[in-house]
């Protein structure tokens, strides 16, 4: 139950005692004042998180007061109470600061919930705040951010793998998760942290070169082998050796490197001495390996080699408390690499990133923040501009990968989408002078989609090519669900 304070202040009897009885009973405190000046005296007494003001009141100004009342408590929510013939006071009272407002005579389950939606947009916004202020708890200078239960684990694990030193590290995860700042925090923890971090992607080498560049070659081992060069296990010697996309390794490759695993030695191309090999193994992949043995893809004694210690990094969907933090950070980086100066995330954005199951994880939030702040017009970062409206959702895995993410829309690099939406600049929409309510456009669209469609929501979310989560996350922001 909650335990917010809520100050009513309105002249009327009926009116106060008709909004206060259903808020006790949902669990608010809540206290009434039925004039300027005891609404004045009960902000310092009472000190209520959010005051519900009568526009029109006998001895004072609703909109006057609400100035005050926000001057003095800077977070404090105002709803407005008005009369319909008051819209043109309303809109004042949005500049002055008013959360919202509810239009007498009021039905009381509207009321409700722009109460509580009001409350929870404070809270998610404090969230932000709490997480930029937590920033600095960074597991290291690589910025592996995340304070989720689910990522306090796979810190613990690090540093346990960090601590033994020798042992092979298995990193599991889907793409985007994260695999390589986990790799690298497992070096920066370890003993090893003063030697090189080598890293190797054994899905952008071609299977020829491979071996090449693991094990170095010496003079005239191949035509082009003019002189002697140095591999990677080499050139990490005392280090580590990361081998990312480890499931991408060839099966004859698979061979050689288990060998030199086991016997902490391997030869050079085309030479005739064995090297010592004194590094630590971490490898990766976002492919389910243990089917790949099953299918003969992989080998198996190397699978369980490498097994020795593993590290599953959960897709973000399960560890969503991470995504107010990350996105926060990814925030912060990317306004000032664009040098923009927008002030913050929208509560409404981070509500719609915590409703999406990001397909393509951490990579895909970072894209998205990056893209938001670039095309970010306001002084906020709202929503819109995430791009995540013509999202699909995560499906479980029936292919090879950790989670099949071939038929998904992932953004690319740059944050683009391939959509098969219509282009939207066919549609000419002809603007009044006097402006126009955006959220009311939306929400009279929704419904329109909605009716055509009998109230079915997958119907009407396909028609307005958004997902039927997107769907449902704008109904209940309007109050429709
Ligand atoms: N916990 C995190 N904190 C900060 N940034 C993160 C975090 N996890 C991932 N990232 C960022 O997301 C992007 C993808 O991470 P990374 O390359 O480590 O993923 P991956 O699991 O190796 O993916 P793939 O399997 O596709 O190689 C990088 O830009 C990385 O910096
Ligand atoms: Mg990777």
Request: charged fraction near 30%.
């Amino acid at each position: 139950m909650s335990k917010e304070r809520i100050l009513i202040v309105d002249d009327e009897h009926l009116i106060r005692w008709s909004l206060s009885q259903p808020l006790v009973k949902s669990g608010y405190i809540v206290d009434t004042a039925e004039s300027g000046n005891e609404a004045q005296s009960k902000m310092a007494t009472f000190k209520p998180e959010m005051v519900l003001l009568d526009i029109r009141l006998p001895d004072a100004n609703g909109l006057e007061l609400l100035e005050r009342f926000k001057a003095e408590v800077e977070d404090l929510i105002v709803i407005m109470i008005t009369a319909y013939a008051d819209v043109g006071s309303t809109v004042e009272a949005f500049k002055l600061g008013a959360e919202d407002y509810i239009g007498k005579p009021f039905n009381l389950e509207a009321v409700q919930q722009v109460i509580s939606q009001a409350f929870k947009k404070k809270k998610l916004k404090e969230n932000v705040e709490d997480f930029s202020h937590s920033l600095d708890q960074r597991i290291d200078e690589d910025h592996l951010i995340g304070n989720s239960p689910e990522m306090i684990d796979v810190f613990k694990i690090i540093k346990r793998c960090a601590e033994t030193n020798d042992k092979t590290v298995m990193i599991l995860g889907e793409s985007g998760t994260g695999k390589e700042l986990v790799a690298k925090a497992v070096h920066l923890y370890s003993q090893r942290s003063k030697d090189p971090f080598f890293e190797i992607n054994c899905a952008a080498i071609p299977d020829h070169l491979l071996e090449n560049e693991l094990f170095g070659h010496e003079k005239g081992a191949y035509t082009d082998a003019g002189k002697r060069q140095k591999g990677i296990f080499e050139l990490a010697d005392g280090g580590t050796v990361f081998l990312d996309e480890i499931g991408d390794m060839p099966l004859p490759m698979q061979g050689k490197i288990l060998k030199a695993i086991e016997n902490k030695r391997y030869r050079r191309l085309g030479g005739y001495c064995d090297i010592d090999v004194n590094v630590r193994i971490i490898a990766a992949t976002n492919r389910n390996l243990k089917k790949m043995v099953d299918d003969g893809r992989f080998r198996i004694d190397l699978y369980y080699r490498l097994n020795v210690m593993t590290i599953n990094v959960p897709p973000l969907r399960e560890r969503k408390a991470d995504i107010p933090h990350l996105a926060k950070y990814f925030f912060d980086l990317f306004n000032k690499e664009y040098n923009r100066n927008i002030e913050d995330i929208s509560p409404e954005a981070i509500e719609l990133m915590l409703s999406y199951s990001w397909p393509g994880n951490v990579r895909e939030l970072r894209n998205s923040v990056e893209r938001a702040i670039i095309l970010e017009d306001g002084r906020t970062l709202g929503p819109n501009n995430l791009n995540l409206f013509s999202s699909l959702e995560a499906s479980p895995s029936t292919t090879d990968t950790i989670t099949d993410q071939e038929n998904r829309q992932v953004p690319d690099n740059d944050g683009r989408r391939q959509t098969t939406a219509n282009n939207p600049d066919e549609l000419q929409i002809t603007l009044p002078t006097n402006g126009i309510s955006f959220e009311k456009i939306e929400k009279n669209i929704i419904l329109q989609a909605l009716e055509k469609h009998a109230g079915n929501q997958t119907k009407a979310a396909r028609y307005l090519q958004l997902s039927r989560d997107t769907l449902r996350y704008r109904m209940k922001k309007f109050g429709l669900l």
